[in-house]
């Protein structure tokens, strides 16, 4: 092999070759980025639940105690609940209230500017002989809330 091949051999990539790579890498971002944000959103309406988890529970053994009802509470009554006070707001939970059924209310903020943000879900109280099942609601009827959110 002479001096003038092994020149040639060395040069590098060739422009095609680079916009190859770079579309390819295009192509898979374009597939990633909506797949990853998806997940941010599932991740922050799990801590949307979460956030409503203690009430729900202070609802329930409030119920229990009082013969599977809601009798004598008032709304936003956290002490008959047990509680110190309102929750306090998260980044993904403006505030949580409680209806005089039980209904607990959840005002979701920081998800998804402009379909999520504002809206609520709410957890209404069924009482059974020995368990409290949950209705969900409210006016976050987006699939992808329902399914996190019913979990």
């Known amino acids: 092999m002479n001096a003038l091949s092994m020149k040639k051999a060395q040069q590098g990539f060739t422009l095609i070759e680079l916009m190859i790579v770079v579309a390819i890498i295009g192509i898979l971002a374009a597939i990633a980025i909506p797949a990853y944000q998806d997940y941010v959103v599932k991740a922050k309406l799990s801590k949307v639940a979460t956030a409503a988890d203690p009430v ?16 004598g509470f008032t709304a936003d009554n956290w002490t008959s609940l047990g509680l110190a006070g309102a929750p306090t707001a998260t980044n993904e939970v403006s505030g949580i209230t409680v209806a005089a059924d039980g209904t607990v209310t959840a005002t979701m903020r920081n998800i998804k500017p402009t ?33 996190v959110i019913n979990k």
Do not use: C
């Open 56 to 71: 729900k529970l202070a609802v329930a053994a409030f119920g229990q105690e009082h013969g599977g009802a809601m009798t």
């Open 115 to 147: 379909t999520i943000d504002a809206l609520t879900v709410t957890w209404a109280p069924v009482f059974g002989n020995t368990a409290v099942s949950w209705t969900v609601g409210g006016t976050a009827t987006d699939l992808l809330v329902q399914q």
